[in-house]
């Protein structure tokens, strides 16, 4: 191999998250090698760590109130969700957090009432349940897809906000994320898909469907929110163009919306408004620009 070919190579190699932030004061040896990192990416990895130290705060009040906390993951292929959550869970008690990751339903699921295999799966007193992709499956995936019929798509938007809200009556916090990517980035993200081979596992069918359906989706996803975003369940929309901003500003509005001991000051937690957006104020983007599908976010 050409040296060449061999420094293209090594440049793809990615550190290991963290990795840069533990070793920042490190002396120089002749067993140390220097590596160059991006002011940004340190920031970044100082920011995220703060933020862990605070979830895992978060935590141990949960444990110690019996508080339920839901956290629902939503979005296109390739949005950051998967992301979000590992960082979110990384240096959680692992006995009292619960990802939620259902396969398709098999043949007793199906009899079901659509919600069942769901509801099932709830946090209990103390527990942090997130679900990597939900209930709402049924509002974008099954219908452009069409695994659900329209009518079983029409009940399930008008029955859904009924669910939630009797989940938020009976004491449970509910957050609801959409991660908004656009067309372009998602693209990028699935050819890398391709190549790099600790991705591999995320290679779908449905990946190339998702950029052929970009439209369809968009109008069942302004469907959904103007059909579920109410006050007790408001949707919030994360841009996920930039994965590492989206990390951090998530986990921010989780803390700030969340009570516990030995909290940081609220100006620590405040996320940035234009990587984190209420529901309303992408229903409205959406309603100008609805015609004009290559305007809107992801």
């Excluded at 998250?17 to 100082?46: F, M």
């Excluded at 979110?88 to 659509?114: C, D, F, M, S």
């Amino acid at each position: 191999m050409s040296k060449e070919n061999h420094c293209k190579k090594k440049s793809k190699t990615k550190l290991a998250e963290g990795t840069a932030i533990r070793n920042i004061d490190a002396k120089e040896c002749k067993s140390r090698e220097p590596v160059w990192i991006k002011k940004w990416h340190l920031q970044y990895e100082h920011d995220l760590r703060i933020l862990q130290v605070e979830l895992m705060k978060m935590q141990q009040s949960m444990q110690a109130s019996g508080q339920r906390v839901l956290a629902i993951f939503e979005g296109r292929d390739a949005a950051g969700k998967g992301g979000t959550i590992k960082r979110i869970t990384a240096h959680l008690n692992p006995r009292r957090y619960n990802i939620v990751a259902l396969a398709k339903p098999n043949e007793t699921e199906i009899g079901q009432w659509y919600f069942q295999r769901y509801t099932a799966q709830l946090p209990t007193a103390g527990e942090f349940t997130i679900f990597d992709r939900s209930w709402y499956n049924r509002a974008m995936v099954e219908p452009v897809m069409g695994f659900c019929t329209d009518e079983q798509n029409k009940r399930f938007l008008k029955d859904v906000p009924m669910l939630e809200e009797l989940l938020v009556k009976d004491g449970i916090t509910l957050f609801k994320f959409y991660f908004s990517v656009s067309k372009d980035v998602q693209k990028e993200r699935f050819d890398s898909r391709k190549t790099d081979p600790l991705k591999q596992y995320k290679l779908s069918p449905v990946d190339n469907l998702a950029q052929k359906y970009w439209n369809e989706y968009s109008v069942r996803k302004f469907q959904m929110l103007s059909e579920t975003n109410r006050s007790m369940a408001p949707w919030t929309i994360i841009r996920s163009d930039n994965k590492k901003l989206a990390r951090i500003n998530c986990i921010k509005h989780i803390l700030s919306n969340m009570d516990y001991e030995d909290k940081l000051p609220m100006e620590q937690l405040i996320p940035d408004p234009d990587i984190v957006v209420s529901g309303i104020e992408e229903l409205r983007h959406m309603e100008r620009n609805i015609m004009s599908p290559n305007k809107l976010h992801g």
